[in-house]
């Protein structure tokens, strides 16, 4: 609130003008409604650019506003964004099927990614990418452990795999927290009994640390529409497991070997098996695609990315494509 309150006393000042584009990295933003009401009452050549990008929002069935109720006004704050902003920057096509769907207007783009740097996260570990014979037989689980994570289905695995020296792990960067209490005691009941290790409040080195440290990232979310854990995972020479999902088939350019079908643990831990043996030949190419996403950014923004533009009735087209 405090930066839109800043921004608004640039726009009075004249500091911001046509010349300029305001990007905020999420579409909802506490007081973003004071922007069409300036720009509605001041000349074309002082309205600055406005994009967003949308991590999820009401168009998502699973996204957490539906959990809480938030859905019946968030959907209308989104109207109202839809009828100023410049563009909305969507990070896959699936997510630009659910806009288009709910009647977005905005002009859409796709940015098939998040923001990420490959660079800045190598260099967190002193760019010492830990050789796989070194690595510890771990897998890992690093999303939230709420509902739409469906984190009983990563327990199921480590079940099925509980007579093995394979070490399952939770890593949080707090506490162990969900909107569903029944992953919580089911989680610390499994600890207990030396099924899983729980890591929590972890500093973002320490993080990484443990990544360096194990052979596979396992993830079974409804969404994360991309997810940063990938990219992350994936920089530092870790094995990733996703579901045949959603957005999930994008960013891992339809990979067979690291894609399981949702929700099957027989399928999952056939392939889970393979991913613990040797480093899949593609490691480090999801993480090198997705540190070109803030360039794809800078393209949209500046007229340069119309590839990316999926206004017209045909942006389905795009899906089966392979990005890279």
């Known amino acids: 609130m405090s930066q839109m309150m800043n921004l608004v006393q640039m726009m009075r000042n004249g ?3 046509a010349e300029d584009v305001i990007f905020f990295e999420d579409m909802f933003q506490p007081g973003m409604e004071s922007l069409p009401y300036i720009m509605d009452q001041i000349p074309a050549e002082q309205q600055p650019q406005v994009w967003i990008r949308c991590l999820a929002q009401a168009v998502d069935p699973d996204d957490f506003v539906h959990v809480w109720g938030m859905g019946k006004w968030m959907s209308l704050y989104e109207e109202m964004c839809n009828e100023f902003v410049t563009g909305v920057l969507a990070s896959n096509e699936e997510m630009v099927a659910n806009m288009k769907i709910a009647n977005w207007k905005a002009p859409l783009y796709n940015i098939s990614g998040l923001a990420f740097d490959k660079d800045e996260v190598q260099e967190r570990v002193n760019g010492m990418i830990k050789d796989w014979t070194d690595r510890k037989n771990r897998v890992v689980f690093t ?3 709420d509902q739409e994570k469906q984190p009983d289905f990563y327990m199921d695995l480590a079940e099925k795999y509980a007579d093995t ?3 399952f792990a939770i890593l949080q960067g707090g506490p162990l927290r969900s909107n569903n209490f029944k992953y919580i005691d089911r989680a610390r009941q499994m600890e207990a009994e030396g099924k899983l290790v ?6 973002k080195d320490q993080y990484y640390d443990i990544v360096n440290n194990s052979k596979v990232l396992f993830n079974c979310a409804l969404q994360d529409w991309t997810s940063n854990t990938v990219s992350e995972a994936d920089a530092l020479g870790c094995n990733v497991l996703f579901p045949a999902y ?6 891992f350019n339809n990979c067979h070997e690291r894609m399981y079908i949702p929700w099957s643990i027989d399928d999952a831990g056939n392939k889970l098996e393979k991913l613990l043996l040797v480093p899949h030949k593609d490691v480090g190419k999801i993480s090198d695609w997705t540190s070109s996403t803030i360039d794809r950014y800078i393209d949209i923004m500046q007229g340069n990315g119309e590839q990316w533009n999926r206004n017209n009735n045909r942006y389905r087209d795009e899906v089966a494509k392979g990005k890279y």
């Open 198 to 203: 729980i890591y929590e409040d972890l500093k």
């Open 143 to 145: 999303a939230r452990f």
């Open 165 to 167: 020296d394979i070490e």
């Open 15 to 17: 500091e911001v003008t």
């Open 246 to 251: 959603r957005s999930f088939p994008e960013i």
